[in-house]
């Protein structure tokens, strides 16, 4: 029981020590921060298009009527 135990921990401590699955975390964290910002970038570029083209809407009408 005492021979298990030990091998037990020893299994436990060779997997915290390794560093495989490290890459994977940190791209997919580059990839969550590179999101956010392109959608935050996003909706203040949807926010812009839609005031020019309102604008844009807007001139248009005052000559058409």
Known sequence: M???LL?????????????DGQD???YSLVVAIISLGATASMQSLASGISTAFSGLSAT??????
Do not use: G, H, P, W
């Not at 091998?7 to 560093?19: E, H, P, S």
């Not at 248009?60 to 009527?65: E, F, H, I, N």
């Open 60 to 65: 248009l009408s005052t000559y058409v009527t």
């Open 2 to 4: 005492k021979n298990m």
């Open 24 to 26: 994977l975390v940190e």
């Open 7 to 19: 091998a037990f921990c020893i299994k436990v401590q060779d997997l915290l020590n390794r560093d």
